[in-house]
């Protein structure tokens, strides 16, 4: 049901009048003056996170590092318990794993990924508060085989589908494999996450189930699309496993399906500040499950030094 004071509506319906584009008011970084530069990001990167909506480590991480992630993934595709739970989405064409949610729940190395002090570190000064993670998974994308999915804002899907009430989260994406121009890399626009979008299309009731495998609604239209790209542009960081990007939930993004004969497997795992709990949802009729949208696991994370000798 949605909320009448919505300060982000979306998925309207086709009969109302359409809502443009508009500029948003939450802060980008949410560290005060005071508070800025208490972490480990300066201010030239703190500049262009505020501008461009996400930054860019090229090789962050060891590539050693990521081989327990691939060891679990094949764990996980022998399990039939698992295949058959909700948290794994198979990819509409192939059958295959796709996606695999709260990860930071399944695997140890996972839990302990999310909770490295340097990722910490730079989300709390950005968010400016404690966190928590909303949300985390496996992306899988076989070569030749994995689809790509459309422009969105996750910030869209989250206020209205889970209930975030403000843009105070941050995204975070490891890549386990390479990522290049031909292996379908996440695609940002710059600068996006300056606005809302206004999407129209009203909820179905249990629309993660279909929205995870291919999404419909929350998407902008072309017009609102044309005007984000051709004010920003578009770029798809690419680099080695290992590489690292933050970026803000506002910020639109998307990948193509993959055209090589090389995979692309990404860690993605949602900080959400502890000020920003999930109330009931903007433009849905119920809450999706717990590994989408976290109720429950809310405690601020601490952080955990992990196999230093291998950052």
Partial sequence: MKQSNDAFPSRLKESEDRVEP???????????NEYRWHGPLD?????????????????????????????????????KEMLASDQVIQDPNTGDIRSVFAMHELSDHFSRLTRDPRILGMVRQLLGS??????????????????????????????SEDGMPRMRSVSASLMLTDNNEFNGPLMLIPGSHHYFIPCVGETPDLNWQESLKAQRLGVP??????????????????????????????????????????????????????????????AAKSERPDFLGARKNTAPLTMHDDFPELA
């Fill in 22 to 32: 508009f500029i948003r008011t939450d802060p980008v970084v949410h560290s005060g």
């Fill in 43 to 79: 201010e030239v990167a703190l500049s262009k996170y505020e501008r461009d909506g996400f930054l860019w480590f090229k090789g962050f991480f060891n590539q050693e590092r990521m081989a327990p992630f691939f060891d679990e993934l094949r764990e996980m595709s022998q399990d």
């Fill in 130 to 159: 404690e966190v928590y993670i909303h949300q985390s998974r496996i992306n899988d994308k076989l070569g030749f085989e994995g689809s790509g999915f459309y422009w969105h804002s996750d910030f869209e899907t989250w206020h």
């Fill in 221 to 282: 239209d072309q017009k609102a699309l044309a005007m984000m790209a051709n004010r920003g542009g578009i770029q798809a960081p690419k680099g080695p496993a290992g590489s690292l990007m933050l970026f803000e939930g506002n910020t639109l993004h998307a990948s193509n399906l993959n055209m090589s004969p090389w995979p692309r497997s990404n860690l993605f795992f949602v900080y959400n500040s502890v000020d920003n709990l999930l109330k009931e949802p903007y």
